[in-house]
């Protein structure tokens, strides 16, 4: 590794297998920040979420249940995802190299599996993880690390999926006159109902195995702290989860149904009229629903299957909305807005692309 790279601290893989991925983090430790106290701070401006980290517990039976369901219900056709963006970005990618650089958490799943599919094509592949802070942006001395090791022509930036485009919008902020990347950052997710990344495996709010736990499935690191004396972003190391960890186990299960399929159709960029499309139905839905309760802060709209499930697990959730109250897909968002005491409202068509959102409660 180039000495750029291997000249910072870091945490390593995590619970990854080394060749799966390289965090570009330093471990951290810091206090827990009860939820409400969290949420009181980051609404109040008077801390940033980033300089704050939750309690994260192990799954419940109920939820890992809920998991495992996800996984036998869905697993085949995020394999098929994965596959069909791994041949899109084979054709995309001209350079000798391949650079994924993955954002933690939502990113790294999709990430290992992106390149163990390139690797199986013959692809020279590296995979980073690195931070992005919305608002503040992307871990800047991770970035630049990377580009001295391996130059930003061959970057390929990963998330898991688009919400309201919050992180493509934050990707090219901090990019900003860059002349090192395109002026259409290169993201890549599985899920982009808003239409907001470079290349997607489908418009469709699903359930996506991975986006429904968090630790435990990311390599057993925290999502990202601000550095509050800079240097690499941060995380904590959550050691005492690593019984509960399936993060290799959920990678062997989707590479392993990856393998076994038949031909896959490969991904393609969205057209400027499909894109247009996208981001007007979803932004239609963001600010709807902003009106309708009344929220002058986006921030507390969190759209998506994905992203309404964390929210209800990470933020203090006031209402949450589904399209379809017996829709597979939301079963498990409907039991944890159970046990936080917070009724689910159907909201039908009223959701356009997305299948569920939470709305935070503003705190006075």
Same mark, same amino acid.
């Given at each position: 590794?180039?000495?750029?790279?291997?000249?910072?601290?870091?945490?390593?893989?995590?619970?990854?297998a080394?060749?799966?991925?390289?965090?570009?983090?330093?471990?951290v430790?810091?206090?827990?920040?009860?939820v409400?106290?969290?949420e009181?701070?980051?609404?109040?401006?008077?801390?940033?979420?980033?300089?704050?980290?939750?309690l994260?517990?192990?799954?419940?039976q109920?939820?890992?249940?809920?998991?495992?369901?996800?996984?036998?219900?869905?697993?085949?056709?995020?394999?098929?995802?994965?596959?069909?963006?791994a041949?899109?970005l084979n054709?995309?990618?001209?350079?000798?190299?391949?650079?994924?650089?993955?954002?933690v958490?939502?990113?790294?799943?999709?990430?290992?599996?992106?390149? *163990?599919?390139?690797?199986?094509?013959g692809?020279?592949?590296?995979h980073y993880g !690195?931070?992005i802070?919305?608002?503040?942006?992307?871990?800047k001395?991770?970035?630049?690390? !990377?580009i001295?090791?391996?130059?930003?022509e061959s970057?390929?930036?990963?998330?898991?999926w688009?919400?309201?485009?919050? !992180?493509?919008?934050?990707?090219? *902020?901090?990019?900003?006159?860059d002349?090192?990347f395109?002026?259409?950052?290169?993201?890549?997710?599985?899920?982009d109902?808003?239409?907001?990344?470079?290349?997607?495996a489908?418009?469709?709010?699903?359930? !996506?195995?991975?986006?429904?736990l968090?630790?435990?499935?990311?390599?057993l690191?925290?999502r990202?702290?601000? #550095?509050?004396?800079?240097?690499?972003?941060g995380?904590?190391v959550?050691?005492?989860?690593?019984?509960?960890?399936?993060s290799?186990?959920?990678?062997?299960d989707?590479?392993?149904?990856?393998k076994?399929?038949?031909?896959?159709?490969?991904?393609? #960029?969205?057209?400027?009229?499909?894109?247009?499309?996208?981001?007007?139905?979803?932004?239609?839905?963001?600010?709807?629903?902003?009106?309708y309760?009344?929220?002058? *802060?986006?921030?507390r709209?969190?759209?998506?299957?994905a992203?309404?499930?964390?929210?209800?697990? *990470?933020r203090?959730?006031?209402?949450?909305l589904?399209?379809?109250?017996?829709?597979?897909?939301?079963?498990?968002?409907?039991?944890?807005?159970?046990?936080?005491?917070?009724r689910?409202?159907?909201?039908?068509?009223?959701?356009?692309?997305?299948?569920?959102?939470?709305?935070?409660?503003?705190?006075?």
């Amino acid at each position: 590794m180039a000495d750029a790279l291997s000249n910072l601290k870091t945490v390593g893989s995590g619970s990854y297998a080394p060749d799966d991925v390289h965090f570009l983090l330093q471990p951290v430790q810091m206090e827990v920040t009860q939820v409400e106290e969290k949420e009181r701070l980051i609404q109040s401006r008077q801390k940033h979420y980033s300089e704050m980290i939750g309690l994260e517990g192990a799954p419940t039976q109920i939820h890992h249940a809920f998991y495992t369901q996800a996984l036998a219900q869905n697993g085949t056709r995020m394999a098929m995802d994965v596959q069909a963006l791994a041949l899109a970005l084979n054709q995309a990618c001209s350079a000798a190299s391949i650079v994924l650089v993955s954002f933690v958490r939502a990113g790294l799943p999709l990430g290992v599996l992106l390149r *163990r599919a390139l690797s199986e094509m013959g692809r020279d592949v590296h995979h980073y993880g !690195i931070s992005i802070v919305r608002d503040r942006g992307i871990d800047k001395v991770a970035l630049e690390a !990377i580009i001295q090791a391996h130059g930003a022509e061959s970057i390929v930036f990963v998330d898991g999926w688009t919400g309201k485009g919050a !992180i493509s919008g934050e990707i090219k *902020r901090s990019l900003g006159a860059d002349t090192r990347f395109p002026a259409e950052p290169r993201l890549v997710v599985l899920a982009d109902p808003g239409g907001w990344a470079w290349l997607a495996a489908s418009a469709e709010d699903w359930l !996506i195995p991975s986006g429904i736990l968090g630790a435990t499935v990311s390599g057993l690191v925290s999502r990202s702290i601000w #550095p509050s004396n800079g240097g690499l972003h941060g995380c904590v190391v959550y050691e005492g989860l690593r019984e509960h960890d399936v993060s290799r186990d959920f990678i062997a299960d989707i590479d392993t149904r990856r393998k076994a399929l038949a031909l896959v159709t490969k991904a393609t #960029p969205w057209t400027d009229a499909q894109r247009i499309e996208l981001h007007s139905a979803a932004s239609y839905v963001v600010d709807s629903l902003a009106a309708y309760f009344s929220i002058d *802060r986006l921030n507390r709209v969190k759209p998506g299957i994905a992203e309404a499930t964390r929210a209800v697990l *990470r933020r203090v959730p006031e209402h949450v909305l589904v399209q379809d109250r017996n829709d597979s897909d939301v079963q498990l968002l409907m039991h944890l807005s159970e046990r936080a005491g917070v009724r689910v409202e159907e909201m039908g068509s009223q959701l356009g692309p997305y299948r569920a959102v939470t709305i935070i409660r503003g705190m006075r």
